[in-house]
Structures are given as structure tokens and as C-alpha cells.
């Protein structure tokens, strides 16, 4: 999802061919069927133009544990993934600590998510870049409970997140708000979880020459890449 000059441009893989065959869907899928810098500085490539600036900023969330859902709607993972990729960032792209913001399981709550994306928007400056990673469950509201007709009510479920009670999760229209008024330059977001391609409206290719990079780069953005469209995710246990 790009955000360029104030509109949605999401980007998004290419679809699977016609003929691929869907993997059978896991019992533990991500989705609630009624079932080195210092100081987090941007990095530069040695050959890196001169126009990047600004610190990096990440927020980094990982639910394996759900108290209020069935035992077979834990996941095994998803945290696991999550702070692998949180030391990533620090080991090899020179985020600092101080600069992210790391929810795992009983921290990931409704209120600590709404906690999270208001402090970032109050520190983040104009000039900063963040990353946000969601790894646990999601949810998507159909029709009269119909997921083919769609409504694009999709969310993420908290670690207190509650069976069928969109109450007690975080509309995706809510991440869209937060992804608009954090005042960073850049935002990119993934998200691991079922029906995680409801954040996007509409989706195209993007090719980038060398020349467009600068241009794009002094423009206000925001991306994000979804790894479940409206489709369940699996949780691998390996």
C-alpha cells in the first residue's frame, strides 16, 4: 500500500496463476473462523544517494498467547517471528531499542496497540521513517456473516481479543487512521495474518527506475505488505 501526496496506491504481490491450488487451510491459521548505526538512524548504502535522512522507528508486535480463545486458536509462531525479526532490524539495519516499540502475547492488548500507535504518533517526526510488524490473528466481517461478500471490515484480534466480539479488536479502518496522521515520511508495514489484505483498496505493479527513487522518496508514503489478502495463513510449527 503506497500512500503518495496524500492518496492510496497499494502494491501488493502478483496473484497465483489460475490453475495454483490453494494449500489446505491450517486448524491453527491466523484468523478467527467461528473457528549497525547507533541512535536508529537511517542507514545509507556506501553508494547510497545523499538525500536520505531522518531516524528509524519500529513497532513490533507478536501474539502467540489468546486467554480469552479456544486452545486450538493458539498460535505457535507468531512471536517467535516477531522478535527474530526485531533483532534483525537492530543487528543488520541499525535500528536502535530506544526507537522501537516491541508488544509480545499479554502487552499486545487492545489498549497497549492503541497505546503503541498514539505514542508513535505524538514522537515520530516529519522527516522519520517507521516499520510496523503484526504477527497473530485477524479477522474479517462478510455479509451477514459471509466472507466472499466482503464488507472490508477486517481487523486485528489483540492477545484479549474475544471470539466473535469486534469490540475487543482493532479495525483495520483504525491501523488506516494511525498510518495517516503519524507524521512520518515513510511507513512500512507488514502484516502476518488472516484476511491482513483488507488494509488495501485497490492494488497495482510498481517499477521504479533509478531517476524516480529521489522523487518518491521526498514524498510522503505508506506501504504495506500482506501476506493473507482475505485468505487464511498458515501457523508452521517448524
Do not use: C
Not at 489460475?18 to 545509507?44: C, E, I, M, N, Y
Not at 522519520?128 to 456473516?145: K, P, Q, T, V
Request: hydrophobic share 40%; aromatic share 10%; no cysteine.
Amino acid at each position: 500500500l503506497l500512500i503518495a501526496g496524500g492518496g492510496l496506491t497499494p502494491v501488493e504481490a502478483a496473484p497465483e496463476s489460475a490453475g495454483a491450488a490453494r494449500p489446505p487451510v491450517d486448524p491453527k491459521a491466523r484468523g478467527l473462523v467461528s473457528t549497525p548505526a547507533q541512535g536508529g538512524q537511517a542507514l545509507a548504502a556506501p553508494d547510497a544517494e545523499d538525500f536520505i535522512e531522518g531516524n528509524y522507528w519500529a513497532l513490533i508486535i507478536g501474539i502467540n498467547q489468546y486467554p480469552s480463545l479456544d486452545k486450538d486458536k493458539q498460535l505457535t509462531v507468531a512471536r517467535k517471528d516477531a522478535e527474530a525479526l526485531a533483532k534483525l532490524l537492530v543487528d543488520r539495519y541499525g535500528f536502535s531499542r530506544q526507537q522501537m516499540i516491541e508488544l509480545y502475547d499479554e502487552k499486545a492488548s487492545l489498549k497497549g496497540l492503541i497505546h503503541a500507535f498514539s505514542q508513535l504518533k505524538r514522537r515520530v517526526s516529519g522527516k522519520d521513517s517507521l516499520f510496523i510488524y503484526y504477527a497473530g490473528h485477524g479477522e474479517y466481517e462478510g455479509f451477514g456473516g459471509d466472507k466472499v461478500k466482503a464488507d472490508n471490515m477486517g481487523y486485528w484480534v489483540p492477545s484479549d481479543g474475544e471470539r466473535d466480539d469486534p469490540a475487543s479488536y482493532l479495525f483495520n479502518s483504525q491501523v488506516k487512521d494511525y498510518l495517516a496522521s503519524i507524521p512520518a515520511r515513510h511507513i512500512y508495514v507488514v502484516v502476518d495474518s488472516y484476511f491482513s489484505g483488507s488494509l488495501m483498496a485497490r492494488t497495482r505493479a510498481l517499477t521504479l527506475g533509478r531517476g524516480a527513487i529521489k522523487e518518491l522518496y521526498s514524498e510522503k508514503s505508506r506501504w504495506v505488505l500482506a501476506s493473507g489478502g482475505l485468505h487464511p495463513v498458515a501457523d508452521p510449527t517448524d
